[in-house]
């Protein structure tokens, strides 16, 4: 698919997908260097189910060169503008035995530095030493998504299943969906490439039943500026 249907597709639906940004060379030094990473910090879920590094590159900055190459650098600003920056990071590990899984959602919230009451803004949760707060919808509606995929991942190992132009429903609750209307459809990416997708697909993830790891790089970037009071909980300029 050429640049232009891939921005289409995002348009339309919610999501694409890209393959090859990454070599298997740089997935594995990826890899390496995450597997080397000491694991009894707070910002660690660990679960037989899943394990999870949350504000990822502040926890990892050996890896942010090799994230970010040029091939990343320039999808971004083609699929989207040189405006945006990198507003949270979670590394997602979903070993070969996992009985995890995530039914339909919206990633309706943000992580911030703080909870204060404003107008537009809530409710918020705090979970692992971190703030989220629901934002205007015009916010997540501008935001977007990059998944790194570090292995193939199919149906069978967790790939994302998403129902496409859900994105354009506003807030759109899992228990509304009308499957009489809407389709599903999954999304599978090969070792080293990304999905993209808006934060209000809807999006939901199986258990493994194929005995494959699923190991994903989570990116989220904005170009909107919070009121002076509150802060993104990460913030980082890529270019």
Known sequence: MSLFNKIKALERNGFTTVEEIYTQEEVETLLMIIESVDTTKDVFRKSEDLFAIRQFLKEVPEVIGLIFNNRLKDLIVNLFSSDYFLVKSIYFDKPESSNW????????????????????????????????????????????????????????????????????????????????????????????????????????????????????IHLEFSRQHLPEELQWSEYFQYQ
């Open 101 to 216: 899984f995530v039914s339909y959602h919206q990633d309706l919230t943000i992580s911030v530095n703080k909870k204060i009451e404003l107008e537009g803004f809530g409710p918020y949760t705090h979970k692992q030493n971190q703030f989220a707060v629901q934002p205007p919808i015009h916010i997540l509606e501008d935001n977007f998504t990059i998944r790194i995929h570090l292995d193939d991942t199919d149906e069978q190992n967790g790939a994302l299943k998403v129902i496409p132009e859900s994105q354009s429903k506003g807030i759109y609750r899992a228990d509304t969906i009308n499957w009489k209307t809407e389709k599903e459809e999954s999304c599978c990416v090969k070792k080293g490439g990304l999905m993209i997708m808006r934060p209000l697909l809807l999006h939901s993830s199986s258990r493994t039943i194929n005995n494959k790891r699923r190991r994903v």
